[in-house]
């Protein structure tokens, strides 16, 4: 077994060290992405996995200070605290019918495989991002002109990450990388709840 460490991060199992690095922090610089950088996130996000090869996912990208005002009028107030200094925010969306095959059982599944494709290439490149769900998803769908047919799971902070002491005083012990569970307690083998056989 190799151990592999970041931070209070550490890995039982040799793995690429981005799934280490990226984390999600809320302090972010006002430094705008360059496109050739932004774009290489929705890159990664392209070759994501997916079923039947339907390609669920979309992203709304707001990177104007236009487009990015309208991102913070649905926007908590506890996230648009911290969230407001981003130069780039993205709205992540999945299409739930597809006009010929009818329901598409995994649209959230490979939706969210895009998303971590996304997440590491950001990392890869030391760009922060940190995914939040805490917004008015129905007036999210209005300003954003989302049809019905869609769902909108989360939206995407994407920056330079700033310095801890830049956020408010109540954030700042947050503001670190995480530890996870150990495998053994989620994955099962066998039956649900049966122990990995070691």
Excluded: C
Excluded at 13 to 25: G, T, V
Excluded at 65 to 84: G, M, T
Excluded at 100 to 110: K, L, M, V
Excluded at 118 to 129: P, S, W
């Amino acid at each position: 077994m190799t151990e592999m460490t970041y931070g209070n991060r550490r890995a039982d199992h040799e793995i690429w060290e981005y799934f280490l690095r990226r984390w999600s922090p809320r302090s972010f610089l006002e430094t705008p992405v360059p496109e050739e950088e932004l774009l290489a996130l929705f890159e990664a996000a392209r070759w994501a996995p997916s079923a039947n090869n339907l390609q669920p996912w979309r992203f709304i990208l707001a990177r104007t200070p236009e487009d990015v005002a309208k991102f913070h009028s649905f926007i908590s107030e506890s996230n648009l605290v911290w969230a407001k200094k981003a130069p780039a925010i993205a709205a992540v969306l999945s299409r739930r019918i597809h006009e010929e095959r009818g329901p598409i059982r995994t649209h959230a599944f490979d939706t969210g495989a895009a998303w971590g494709f996304f997440a590491l290439e950001a990392a890869r490149r030391g760009i922060a991002t940190h995914p939040i769900g805490g917004f008015d998803r129905d007036k999210a769908r209005e300003v954003l002109r989302v049809p019905d047919d869609y769902d909108i799971w989360a939206l995407i902070i994407i920056g330079y990450r700033g310095d801890r002491d830049a956020l408010p005083e109540a954030l700042r012990p947050r503001e670190q990388p995480n530890a996870r569970r150990p495998i053994e307690s989620f994955v099962f083998e066998g039956a649900f709840g049966e122990a990995l056989k070691r």
